[in-house]
């Protein structure tokens, strides 16, 4: 008996040792794989006509510049979209409603989270993008903004979620300390709740970001793909073509391992490598405040 | 769920049934195969064709394969294709190379593929020449005044890139047909994944010009009607004016086979060019002949 729960144990361990390592194993592997078909492309296209301002792959311009500023242009839309208006949610329902009307809203907008992308973007281009062309008075309603406002609308649902659950987890203690040397209600939200939950409300907004950079659909569909390159966040107004939907939209057709394919991939990359930066950040400035907030105490 | 089982039990072993009943007669009969290859605009149609044709004769099986019309020219050349599909005419250097190794392309005219320019049916230009809907794409003209029409930003449409019709535009329309020309489209053209995105965007934007295949475009847009050069006449897009030549950005597409086609290829080919299969054409969005 005893030696069988041991070869037991063995084997869970094991199992989970494993699960632990591999999400690992795979992010290691898919980096390798984008470097081995994304880094021939710095040996067929120089620096220079890389780093460009003109795509327009098939008569071999392959300058990025214009889908990496469109995809941080829309991702920068986004996030001043929804990280005010998720971590708004959050504190509203964790701090402020009625249990019944948390219990009701928030499985509701973690259904809006579920929402498919296209039919998201099939939406906003039938309905929020000419809206937006008669409202702004705009020569065309595909423009990164219609394409930040649905991301923002998908960050939402990842937003508020994560962030209500970080709140939620603050001790009832804190609160209480707070209102009983006299804080009000809003000062114990802004300077001791909100405070407490910072880690777990800048991963929701880390992940929230993501998966607007990530997004690929509802991008292609409103975002009007005019490779152009954008400067300022006036450019908002104006088409712009992001790295996803460059990547969805030509990939189908690309004749494997030429030029172009390898681009493609080295756009992969590059997107890969801005995710990893934007968590690399968060985390190390979280991992900072921390480290303050246990000099402080000690 | 029990009833519907019940129910549905039989009806599969009468599909079965029957389903055996003509595999054993099909047997029976000697097969013919057709080996059809080629451009990748036509491969749709080429599809359709097929289909409808082994259904009207079982005992003919035909192959369809995509791949560019280069690469259906190059298998007929190699003799491993009956017919090659090709949405450009056969070049004099794969004729040398087919006559080398004994083999004589022979070409059938089976459809005629055109694209039309539409605008927003607010849009009071209802004319362009080649030459404007040049300078429009390239960004030489950025409003719709400049061509006759309201004080309106021109907000440019098109297929994305990998489109064969993109393609076609650019080397017809943007570089009116120049080989050597290296004009490109304007970087703030918009490029929509979907015909629908094309469509929908000219319908609701009156400052929007958009092309597509004739077949794709719905009545409730505006057409526009093209001149081949300054002064000559403005053509609208119709399977006449297509077939008669006058209509300025359309073309053929074609069949090649090695010789005079024989037998089952003969027939076939025939059928092609009759009523019922070039029905079949303008469902698909392509132009009949004839």
Redesign the interface.
Known sequence: MQKDLNWQEYVITRLIKFSGYSAVIFVVMIFFFLLKEGLPTLSEVPLGDLFAT?W????S?YGIL?LISGSILVTIGAAIIAVPFGVGVAIYLSEIAPRWVRDMLKPLVELLGGLPSVVLGFLG??IL??AL?VILNL????TALTGALLLGGIAIPTIVSISEDALDAVPKSYRDAALALGATRWQTIWKVTLPAARSGVLTAVMLGVGRSIGETMTV??VT?????LANSLTDLL??V?TMTATIA??M???ANGSTHYHVLFFIGLVLFLISLIVNVTASAVVFRQRKKAERVLS | MKKTLVILLPLFFLVSCSSLGTSAADSQEPQTYIENKGSDTIVNLALAWAEKYQIDNPDISISVTGGGSGTGIAALVNGTVDIANASRQIKQKEIDLANEDGIEPMEHIIAGDAIAVVVNPSNPVNELTLQQISDIYSGVYTNWSEVGGDD????RLSR???SGT??YF?ETVVRLGDEES?T??S???????SSE?II??VR??P??IGYDGLGYVPEDLNIIAIAPEEGDVYVLPSVESVNNGTYAIARDLYMYTNGEPTGEIAIYLEWILSAEAQEIVQELGFVPIN
């Open positions: 003109r327009y792959p098939i008569e311009y214009p281009m039938l993008s000419p062309r020569p065309t309603g595909l292609m569909m009007g793909n005019a490779p152009i104006s088409p073509r939209a030509e189908g057709e690309v | 309106r930003p021109i907000v994305e890139t990998n993109h393609v650019l290296e490109l489209f970087t703030n053209t918009l490029l929509l994944p995105g929908s965007e609701q934007n400052n929007a």
